[in-house]
């Protein structure tokens, strides 16, 4: 089913009709516009017909699905069915020091589907790209679109730029950091014990010693992926969906 974003809207919980005058919270049977942007998708792009089945998302776990109304170039949706998706359990945050050009692109989008919560892009000391506002805008608009593709409620945030000190300082109950000297097993009922999980993933030229101390004394657990070293984009996705799996299917 093709998926628009609405970030403007409310779209769980919806009240009764003889409510919805008194409430931001849109009922079944009323009428959403799309924004500009997914009008000019929906009806440029996909060639979308009045009366086709479409769903909304709100970016925040609010969910509905209904009919695509046209009325010349603007369009709306008429409800039938909302709801809310919960947030998954633990929640995943990946600090990693991206790389360069389009393979940064690339790992937003499979970090997105992997289901972390936040991407924070990491300065270390062999940090070798630090984003500037423009590029974390263009990260943020793709974990939209990553979202519209893999389903998911929650839009992926991008972060501003954090220091290992910030990112340590966080309220994590499990940190983990990607090191091939690591572990090679994390502990599954660590995982699934844990409300908020932290994935550290080190820059191209990997962490200092410095930078490896630094995590013990924040209780970090080194933990090696896997038997080759791995490129960034690769790594933290990896990582994200080994978490994401060994949380267990009552985290989904």
């Known amino acids: 089913m093709n998926r628009f974003y609405c970030p403007s809207q ?11 005058a008194k409430s ?6 009323h009428e959403i516009p799309l924004p500009t942007d997914e009008v000019h998708h929906a009806l440029r792009v996909l060639r979308l017909r009045d009366g086709d089945d479409v769903e909304l998302f709100d970016g925040h776990g609010g969910v509905a699905r209904g ?5 010349g170039r603007a369009a709306s949706v008429r409800l039938e069915r909302t709801w809310r998706e919960p ?12 790389p360069k050009g389009p393979r940064a692109d690339a790992m937003v989008a499979a970090l997105s589907q992997a289901g972390v919560r936040t991407m924070m892009p990491l300065r270390v000391e062999r940090t070798i790209v630090e984003p500037r506002d423009a590029k974390l805008d263009r990260f943020n608009r793709a974990a939209v679109e990553s979202a519209k593709q893999c389903g998911r409620a929650h839009v992926m945030v991008v972060s501003t730029t954090r220091s290992l000190d910030e990112v340590l300082a966080e309220p994590h109950d499990l940190r983990l950091l990607t090191d091939p000297r690591g572990k090679s097993a994390v502990d599954a009922a660590a995982l699934r014990a844990a409300e908020h999980v932290l994935i550290l993933i ?8 410095a930078e490896c101390d630094a995590a013990d004394r924040a209780g970090c657990m080194r933990w090696s992926i896997g038997p080759h070293v791995m490129r960034v984009e690769t ?10 799996y060994l949380a267990g299917p009552e985290a989904l």
Do not use: F, H, K, Y
Request: no cysteine.
């Open 235 to 244: 790594a933290a996705p990896a990582a994200a969906a080994i978490a994401r």
């Open 10 to 20: 409310r779209l769980d919980n919806p009240p009764q009709a003889a409510d919805a």
């Open 24 to 29: 931001d919270v849109l009922s079944d049977g």
């Open 202 to 209: 080190g820059p191209e030229g990997g962490w200092t010693e």
């Open 67 to 71: 009919t695509l109304v046209i009325r």
């Open 87 to 98: 947030v998954l359990r633990p929640t995943i945050d990946v600090a990693v020091a991206l």
